[in-house]
């Protein structure tokens, strides 16, 4: 039996870390799915930056190393390589700075223990009493007179730079200028217009690299490209399908405009040349097929195909089996993997202190950009808890520093401590928060397919609302189910109203949305591979009919 084979043609830009996007895991899925056919091999090209992370992807995901292989340029651009290195040293210097939160410690030390003596001091009934209250408080004053000729000097040079400050501010507002420079090419390459420059230098060396490696693939029967973010794959002298998931940029332009303006611009610029030069198309929904593809950028029904999402089943990542109670044994497992995902990513001391893992919260795994509808949750949710007083924390997948509102807005509604932000989630990680907590919730306005939510949150038996959305409405279309789960995205009170009756009604909402789940998880990953293999196979075949003439 010969193996057939097709190519997947990947280009992520330099830093990407394919774990933390929804199209990596995207790929991994459909790479499992594709184990199942023996004849079928997939060929990966991707940049020489992204080798190491599709491995680190495919390896925590376990995916059968068999079913595909992965090629790539050899050797990194040096201008990244020494990027890369900064990075490391920046990261690891953050790590190492233990003074500083030694002295945040201490702080909060010496508050603590000035509160609890003077509270004694004022509940002292003798004199005795009172001035045994009173050492503490005696040796405290001692350090200070050690300590005084310190703070005195330290005085001294403080009043020195008040007095020269105006003219230091003149001699070293050039120098200013340039660190600021450095500190966001360091911390924030993405959003400064010389990197966004250097990136897509590399990015169009490198496309050619592997432009090259390509044209020696002539066993490669047809290419598959998993999202349309990349115009050089219309240069490839073969079969073409380029997946289009949505182009939320244009139906949220004003929101992706603030994100670094000149690379937002660049991309949706991208998009638009991949799908004009496109060949053959492939989308998640029918919504997308025809209010983006055919009536916005005019293309014909006929090259476009729809095929829908396979469940996400996370249960194998939190299910401990050989135990008398594997129900609670496996509760407790992933009370274990919150713990570690909180120490790891909550850096304030709040965070570090946080080891109570058994607590109340809703779940809302994405990333925080202008569809994904986060400020909307947040105003429900603190009208929840400061109003009606509901006991649970809203935990997010995404960066805060990701978007300046969601972090006014936390700052503003005091809720630093009740909403926590838990990014760069392992998978095992991610299903045990599904898993923990009450309800998971998705606001998002727009998706290229029904949201992986759905499936993600049922199958470990949690409860999911969701906005009422086109590609939603496509996959869940039971009435009952659909007033039982759905919600106005643009209504903060009709979430924060879905959200209280959920909770009050969680058995009740899980038993409806189970029966769905059910019908859902009959189609399987193998599935939706073996659909994009036919229209693979058919151009391919039509490719070689007209060769023939």
Known sequence: MSLKYYGIYLAYAPTVDLRGEGLGRYLASFLKGAAR???VRFVLVCP??????????????????DTFELISPKGIPPILHCYEVWDRFRKRSLRKSRLRRLAERAKEWKATFLEK????????????VLALKLIPLGLLGLLGILFSPLLFAAAAIYAT????????????QPLKRMRRRIQKLSHQPKDDGLAVRMYREMENVEARRMQEMINTQSHVRAWYCPTAFWPEFNKIKAPRLVCVPDVVMSDFAVGFSTIGPDRMLKVFQDVGKTIEGGDRFV???ESVKWETLVDRYAV???????VNHAPND???????TGFNDNVSTSRTYCRRLLETALRRTLKTPYGAGFLNSDFKFFFYASQIRPNKNVLTLLRAYEYLLHRKLIGHKLILTGHAAASPEVSTFVLEHRLEKEVLFLHGLKTSELAACYALSDLAVNPSLSEGGCPFTFTEALSVNTPVVMARIPVTEEVLTEPELQEVTFFDPYDWKDLAGRIEWAIEHRDELLAIQQR????????????????HLQILENMSQERNQVVSL
């Open 37 to 39: 056919q023996p004849e």
């Open 48 to 65: 020489s930056w992204s080798r190491k992370s599709l491995q680190a992807l495919f390896e925590e995901e376990q995916v059968p190393p």
């Open 117 to 128: 003596t003077l509270h004694q001091i004022a509940g002292a009934q003798s004199f005795p």
């Open 161 to 172: 730079k008040v007095s020269s400050r105006r003219l230091v501010e003149r001699l070293t």
């Open 283 to 285: 989308t998640y929904s």
């Open 300 to 306: 014909a029904p006929s090259r476009v195909s729809v």
């Open 314 to 320: 996370l249960t194998r990542w939190v299910s401990v």
């Open 516 to 531: 769905t789940y059910m019908q859902l998880s009959k189609r399987s990953w193998t599935d939706v591979v073996d659909e």
